[in-house]
Structure formats: C-alpha cells, structure tokens
C-alpha cells in the first residue's frame, strides 16, 4: 500500500471517530458494490466484537443495490440495535436495495454527492446468470401496448364513421378488428410466467417498505412512478418523498463523507463500525481477499434470481462449474 493511501486512509478513520464523539453515535461504514447476504453478516460480526455502543448509530452508505432481503435485514437489524433508530448518510450512489435499506432510517442525511433510486427491484433477463433488468420494463411496455391500442381503436372509429354512414355499433366492431391485428401479434410475445415473476419481485418492495415503516404514497411512487431504474433521486427529490426524515450533512458529517471520497475506487469497499474507542480501519484485505468477496457477492446474488425463479440450485452449480480450480 502506498503511503497516500496509508494516510488516506488514516484520514478517514480519524474523521469518522470524529463525528462518532460529535454526534455522540457509533458510526457505520457500510459500502459495497452489492448487498447480500455476506455483507449483512459481515455488518453483524463487527457490530458484535466491538466494545462500546451508544444509543443511536449513523450507517454512511454507499451502494449499487442488490438483494433486497439482505437489505431489509441490514436496516431491521440496526432498527433494532439502537434504541434512537439509526440515522442514514447517503455518502454516494444508494440505488435500488440500498435505497430500501435507507427507507428504514428514522433520518436520511442527503450527502453531497448522494443519490437514491427507484425501488424497481432487477430481475435476471432470460438465459442470463448475472444480468438483470428492470422489473417495470415489462409493465411499462403493457402500459404503451395499452394506451397504443385505445389510440388505435378511437382512430379508426372515428375515420369509419366520417366516411361512412353506417352505425357507430358497426363501425366499433370494424374498428376493433382493425385494432386486434396491429396489437395481436405484439401481446403474443408477452409472456405470463414472466410478467408474474416481474410482478412478484415489485411486491418484494413493496411488502418490505410497508415493514420498515414507509407511508404508502411515498412509497408506491419509489416501486412505479420513476421511468428508469439509474434515475436520480436527489436532496430535493428525496425531501419531497420523506419530508422532514431528510436534511443535509452537519459539519461533522460533511468532513467524513469527504474523507471517505478522497479514498482511491477500488479502496471505497468496507464495512466498518467505528466509535470514539475504535483503534484501527480494517480493510477487506488484498487482492485475493478482494476476489472472494466478489465471487461471494456473485453467488448471494445468482441464489437470490435463483429464489426468485425456482432455480436455486442450478445457479449455485453453475458458479461451482466458473469457480477458480486453484487457491480461494
């Protein structure tokens, strides 16, 4: 490790036992490209070896998203650890399941540089082990085949009968003919296992917001109301969804998200609890280490499509079958 980094890193660590002495509050780093399951024992293994608590805990997120299960276990687990609630800092990027874990927050402190998302959960496309979509592409496609059909339907109705003089009852009936062989074929692709599948990972939201507090209005506008999964949610935005949860950072806070965005990418992976009696950063390791965590984020995430869709077992074959044959 070169000595920037040493000392960055350093930093860091100096600026959130700051904050944990100025805010009389253990403080929680939490970033990782995915949540899973991993990461919510890895968040329970540290709270538990360390030695002194206080009251109320601020979680410092930063977060692409992932299982949505592992993210209602983080937020209910800190819920129920401090008895002030936990105070969330989005110090970054928090999308999707990061921005479900947040939900359960009694306050939300909207970093500089801090985003949430649409809570439309990703499903994993047809065929494909590791990619995923969005769970609304399909339903928004519903909603165009929809409105596409009404619009065709009115304009041939209303062209029928300015150029004819038949019924307005025939003139429907033709109309609608002419209207099921432009979107027939288009609804024919569509395909039922999958839209309930889709459907069933928008419940999974949906349910664990109402668990975790969440009013419904606010809360059905995260699931369906934003037309894409990377649309920014920001200090505005979020203020108008949760009122006054939401505020921006205090010095204490603003000095450690700085810190912390001052550290190299590939460093900005930790989970970490500090207070004012935390002595060290720990890090996830080397490079080796680094790959593990990976490949463990990989395997949570292919077992939770895997759940979603009933193919459990068959992901988990299929990461053994990609797995390195030599070392960890």
Known sequence: M???????RRIALQAARAAADALSADVFLLASPIISRSMARRLVEEHAKTERR??????VLRTQGGDPDSAY??????????????????SGPCKSAGTLLVLGARRVVMGRQGELGPLDMQV?????????????ELFTS???????????????????????QISTRLAADIAAKLTSGVIEPIARRIDPIGLGRRQRAMN????YGKRLGVPEQPLEKLVRNYPDHGFVIDFREASHLLGDRVRRP????EALEAALGRLPHKERQYIELVNSKKIGFAKEGDQ??????????????ARTTGKRQGNGAEADQTLAAQAPTGGT
């Open 2 to 8: 070169s000595r920037t980094v040493d000392r960055q």
């Open 54 to 59: 206080e009251k109320c805990v601020l979680a």
């Open 73 to 90: 276990i983080i937020s209910s687990y800190l819920r129920e650890c401090y008895g002030d609630g936990f105070t969330a800092l989005v």
């Open 124 to 136: 994993s496309k047809k065929d494909e082990l590791f990619d995923s979509e969005s769970g609304l």
């Open 142 to 164: 519903l909603d165009i085949l929809t409105s596409t059909g009404v619009a065709t339907f009115l304009h041939h109705l209303f062209e029928i009968q300015l150029e004819t």
């Open 204 to 207: 999974v939201a949906t349910a």
């Open 250 to 253: 205090v010095e204490a806070e």
């Open 288 to 301: 080796d280490a680094r790959q593990t965590t990976k490949r463990q984020h990989q395997k949570d995430q």
